[in-house]
Nanobody, 122 residues
Framework: QLQLVESGGGLVQPGGSLRLSCAAS????????IGWFRQAPGKEREGVSC????????DFADSVKGRFTISRDNAKNTVYLQMNSLKPEDTAVYYC???????????????WGQGTQVTVSA
């Protein structure tokens, strides 16, 4: 059974950092691009970042460029989202999702985790 489990969320002050993890099981992890998405209350879900199956290609939303990095360890079936210089507007539930392709894209994420809450507040 394919499963994605996010962890690492929490409460952090503005300017702080968090590292989210997305642990996968039940499928051939290194055949899938993995994306991170977020949804704030009252707002639509938005794409944050994506990493190709090999880890060579990455993509970021303009709102997080220069502050967030993404990486993956295929030996551990895990993708990481390092979030630095966090702002209150980064507050959201963060989800990871697997795309049925080796490359990133806007659509095609058929498998989703349950999400982890990130709150940036003083």
């Amino acid at each position: 059974q394919l499963q994605l489990v996010e962890s690492g969320g929490g409460l952090v002050q503005p300017g702080g950092s968090l590292r989210l993890s997305c642990a996968a099981s039940g499928f051939t992890f290194d055949n899938y691009a993995i994306g991170w998405f977020r949804q704030a209350p009252g707002k639509e879900r938005e794409g944050v970042s994506c990493i190709s199956s090999s880890g060579v290609s990455t993509d970021f939303a303009d709102s997080v460029k220069g502050r967030f990095t993404i990486s993956r360890d295929n030996a551990k079936n895990t993708v990481y989202l390092q979030m630095n210089s966090l702002k209150p507007e980064d507050t959201a539930v963060y989800y990871c999702a697997a795309r049925s392709s080796r490359q990133c894209g806007k659509y095609g994420y058929g498998y989703w985790g349950q999400g982890t809450q990130v709150t940036v507040s003083a």
